[in-house]
Every structure is written in C-alpha cells, then in structure tokens.
C-alpha cells in the first residue's frame, strides 16, 4: 500500500513555485490557442462559405492539417515543435 510522505518547507516551496510556472504557461497556451483557432476557424469559414455560394457540399476532412498549417502560416502564426533542450 502506497504512504504519503510528509513534504518538507522545501517539497512545499518548490511545488508552490511549480504550480505557478506551469498555470503560467497554460495561460500563455491558451492565448495562442485562441489566436490560432480564430485564424483557422475563419479561413474554413470563408471557404465554407464560398462552397456553399458555388452550391458545392464542402468537405475538409482529409486536408484538415495541411489546412491548419497553410492558415496559421498565412496568419504569421508560427509553430515549431522539437526536443526540448
């Protein structure tokens, strides 16, 4: 059966600072999200649009993340993922 440890003032002060370095990043995440997705979501909106001008029955789905790549790129919007270091 698993124990709890009792966490000393540094186990504390350290999960304190934790915590507030990873709620930090999780906001600045979230931003990014919602510049992205309102860059990509009005793209797809426009060419939903523009398919239903045409009387065409949009579908985006095998194109979904070569879509998102050209719409982030066309809004500045870069991503690039790697190892960490």
């Not at 350290?14 to 915590?19: A, E, G, L």
């Not at 194109?63 to 719409?71: E, L, M, N, R, S």
């Amino acid at each position: 059966m698993a124990r709890y440890r009792v966490k000393d003032e540094t186990d504390l002060q350290w999960n304190s600072i934790r915590r507030r370095l990873t709620k930090e990043l999780d906001v600045q995440i979230a931003d990014f999200r919602e510049v992205a997705l309102n860059s990509v979501l009005s793209e797809a909106w426009t060419h939903f649009a523009e398919s239903l001008a045409k009387g065409e029955r949009p579908a985006l789905e095998p194109h979904y993340k070569q879509f998102v790549k050209t719409a982030l790129k066309d809004a500045g919007v870069r991503v690039k993922v790697g190892k960490p270091k």
